[in-house]
């Protein structure tokens, strides 16, 4: 069985700050993809980043980073210097490789953004 | 430009009624998802298809119909059987390469009257 965990419901910063989402999750798969999707106010999620569990290398696009680790099963996001229009529910999700339809998806972690 | 588009944006069902949420898309993608998403909880997949007319159930499918006669159109039709279908619906799309989905409508908001 699958599970995303992201513990964090709510993380508030103010802008210019940092803020990192955490994400762990359990599988069995051998192989497996992670992502994360942005979700606005608006409604429609974004697609942020795919990494194959093969892939353990950081990846950083802009302001946006992230941080893989399969010995303690995370994959860890990072905002650096935080804006408001990063304001925003981020989901965490994980799906075997073999199986689209297993997308898992964590309950996702609000991030409010203070001028 | 391409996308999904979904429709209605809001919509009523009475009970015993039967509904159908619209999800269009001029991707040309082969892979169609509906996802359902309730207060502070991640997606769970109702319903996806890889090709036209076929798909499969996901995790929560009852209560739920859907067709896929078009590779361009994926309804999903909210029956009476599903007792609690208030939510917000997310329809999806993606390539045979790529994987799971990373294109999303703006979704349907349904509610009971």
């Known amino acids: 069985a699958q599970k995303v965990t992201q513990a964090q419901t709510e993380i508030s910063v103010v802008e210019k700050e940092d803020v990192t989402l955490d994400c762990v999750y359990e599988t069995r798969d051998t192989t497996y993809y992670l992502f994360w999707y942005k979700q606005p106010p608006s409604g429609e999620l974004v697609f942020l980043i795919r990494r194959n569990s093969f892939d353990e290398q950081n990846e950083i696009s802009g302001r946006y980073s992230w941080n893989f680790q399969k010995s303690t099963s995370s994959f860890n996001f990072t905002i650096t210097a935080s804006q408001v229009v990063d304001s925003a529910v981020y989901f965490c999700?994980?799906?075997?490789?073999?199986?689209?339809?297993?997308?898992?998806f964590g309950a996702g972690t609000q991030v409010v953004v203070t001028p | 430009d391409g996308g999904i588009t979904q429709s209605p944006k809001y919509l009523f069902r009475k009970e015993g009624q039967n509904v159908t949420l619209s999800c269009e898309q001029n991707?040309?993608?082969?892979?169609m998802y509906w996802y359902r998403q309730d207060p502070g909880q991640g997606l769970r997949l109702i319903y996806y298809s890889q090709i036209v007319n076929d798909f499969q159930k996901g995790d929560i499918a009852e209560g739920y119909s859907v067709s896929r006669e078009k590779k361009e159109s994926f309804p999903l039709t909210v029956t009476s059987a599903q007792k609690n279908p208030t939510a917000f619906y997310l329809c999806?799309?993606?390539?045979?390469?790529?994987?799971?989905?990373?294109?999303f409508g703006d979704g349907t908001r349904l509610s009971i009257l």
């Open positions: 999806a799309s993606s390539t045979r390469a790529r994987g799971p989905p990373q294109h």
């Open positions: 991707l040309n993608h082969d892979a």
């Open positions: 999700a994980l799906s075997p490789t073999d199986s689209w339809g297993k997308l898992q």
